[in-house]
């Protein structure tokens, strides 16, 4: 019995260990980060039901369209640094993002949602 106990506790921790960084997975992408037009990270993997924080950085304003997706979309420009908002990725795909304003600079990346 003291090795069933033993063995359940185990298991236990190896399945907290396991999934625990799973559940409270939350990426982030700065915008405008070190002074330069970029997304960064320009390119991330999450996986569906993740959430993405985007917070403003450098040179705004900024923001967050992903063509074909308004619902996930933060099309409101942010002017000041710090500002942030989530979007939650529901759905597989990838889901290519810009800044409107910086579009021309390159200023675009892409989500893949698994
Ligand atoms: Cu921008």
Redesign the pocket.
């Known amino acids: 019995m003291k090795t069933f106990i033993q063995t359940l506790w185990v298991a236990i921790i190896a399945a907290a260990v396991l999934f625990m960084p799973r559940m409270a997975y939350a990426a982030e992408i700065q ?2 980060s070190n002074g330069n ?1 970029v997304f960064d990270p320009a390119e991330i993997t999450i996986a569906a039901g993740d959430t993405v924080t985007i917070v403003n950085g450098d ?5 967050f369209v992903i063509a074909d997706h308004p619902e996930l979309s933060h099309p409101d420009l942010a002017f000041v640094g710090g500002e942030s908002f989530t979007v939650t990725f529901d759905n597989p795909g990838d889901y290519e993002f810009q ?4 579009t021309g ?1 390159g ?1 675009k990346g892409v989500i893949h949602v698994s």
């Open positions: 915008m405008g037009l040179l705004p304003p900024h923001n800044c409107e304003p910086h600079a200023m």
